[in-house]
């Protein structure tokens, strides 16, 4: 059986220490929402905090990068391939936009309380939507372009919002793209579609599926695959 005890935090906002049977040390993790520890039984809390001193700086960074920052009227998305801006309207509802120029716009009544949690996540729901819509759009015939180039075949693509994993590909060939990728930069999203195109034709992580992705990047998988990882989405 496990208890929790929540503390309130100049940095993670709270901290969530969970006592667990069967725990043995300290586990800390980061999540958009605060600071989670799990801990042995019959800690002490002043033990705990005293140890996650230890970390903060380290884990305050790893949380910087997931929390979510509040959504208002200022936020934007400016990514190579995505562009979205949160505008007023005098509509009742929620109402997400396509203009011709590319950039989606999701129109918001002009009193919106920001405050409100529901509002934040149906705002966050929405600007998922638009992502998949682009993504849906952009993405196949891009992928189709990088298969022909390097006669690679796929039965399918799919277009998921997936936030784990930028992609991947099935033993059938099905690859499936993250809408997410709509915000990573382009020569990034191209890496992405390779990678998942080199799976066509090997399926593990072995010397040959690296040969062949470096055939794709001109020698620069390993690097690409780096600067991916330091990525972080701004949303």
Not at 44 to 50: A, F
Not at 99 to 107: A, D, L, M, Q
Not at 131 to 152: I, N, T, Y
Not at 202 to 209: I, K, Q, S, V, W
Request: contains cysteine; hydrophobic residues 40%.
């Amino acid at each position: 059986m496990s208890t929790k005890r929540v503390i309130e935090d100049r940095d993670f906002r709270r901290i969530v220490i969970a006592t667990r049977r069967g725990a043995r040390n300290i586990t800390m993790r980061v999540k958009p929402d605060g600071l989670y520890l799990t801990v042995p039984p019959y800690s002490k809390t002043d033990k705990v905090l005293s140890t996650l001193e230890q970390f903060r700086a380290d884990l305050l960074e790893r949380f910087r990068r997931v929390a979510q920052q509040p959504l208002d009227f200022n936020f934007r998305i400016e990514a190579d391939c995505f562009r979205l801006s949160l505008e007023p309207s005098q509509l009742k509802c929620f109402t997400v936009r396509l203009r011709s120029s590319g950039e989606v716009t999701v129109f918001c009544p002009v009193h919106t309380d920001f405050s409100d949690e529901a509002v934040q996540k149906l705002v966050r729901a929405a600007i998922v939507r638009a992502m998949k819509k682009v993504a849906s759009e952009f993405l196949p015939p891009l992928l189709k372009v990088w298969a022909e180039r390097f006669g690679l075949t796929y039965r399918k693509v799919r277009i998921t919002g997936a936030r784990s994993r930028w992609g991947s590909c099935t033993s059938a060939r099905t690859i499936s793209l993250s809408c997410y990728l709509m915000l990573v930069p382009s020569h990034l999203i191209d890496y992405v579609i390779l990678h998942e195109l080199a799976h066509t034709r090997e399926m593990n992580h072995g010397p040959r599926f690296w040969e062949l992705l470096n055939d794709m990047t001109a020698g620069q998988a390993l690097r690409l695959r780096a600067e991916l990882r330091r990525f972080h989405p701004s949303f």
